[in-house]
């Protein structure tokens, strides 16, 4: 449910997933979703190997106006990665999977661990693994950020 509100508050940005409707049955919840026919970034980079300075500034751009826009929402995504990110027919970023994003209080800082290993930012791992670490806030999405554009 909590998916559910954050993609209400973010589907209105040209780079963020569209979520079209929700369907609910006694024992499933369905997201009906807009469709991106190129699949994930991850597959695509899969496919090309290497993509140019040109494509990656594209994406890149795309990718952090996303964030920006989450992020002044207070909301930190907190799994990001090429498998998140989808691409429309023209190629453009739409971010995905918000099934671990949550929406801070302000000072609110978080201790939970979650997302995928090799994006994790190091004050996620310092927080799970220290109990007296602050807890972390927004900036862990633009170390996964980071990640990205190494991959790319």
């Given amino acids: 449910m909590r998916e559910i509100k954050v993609l209400k508050l973010c589907s209105n940005h040209r780079y963020i997933i569209n979520l079209h409707d929700v369907f609910e049955t006694s024992t499933f919840i369905f997201l009906v979703f807009e469709l991106c026919k190129k699949g994930e970034l991850f597959d695509y980079l ?87 670490a602050p807890g972390y806030r927004k900036e862990v999405d633009m170390w996964a950020v980071g990640v990205i554009m190494y991959t790319l």
């Fill in 46 to 132: 899969t496919q090309v190997v290497t993509l140019s300075e040109k494509r990656t500034r594209i994406i890149m751009r795309q990718l952090l106006e996303a964030v920006k826009f989450i992020h002044e929402k207070n909301i930190v995504h907190r799994d990001l990665k090429p498998e998140n990110i989808l691409l429309d027919d023209d190629m453009n970023v739409k971010l995905t999977d918000f099934g671990l994003a949550t929406m801070l209080e302000d000072n609110q800082e978080l201790t939970d661990l979650c997302g995928t290993p090799g994006y994790l930012a190091p004050e996620v791992l310092n927080v799970s693994m220290n109990e007296t």
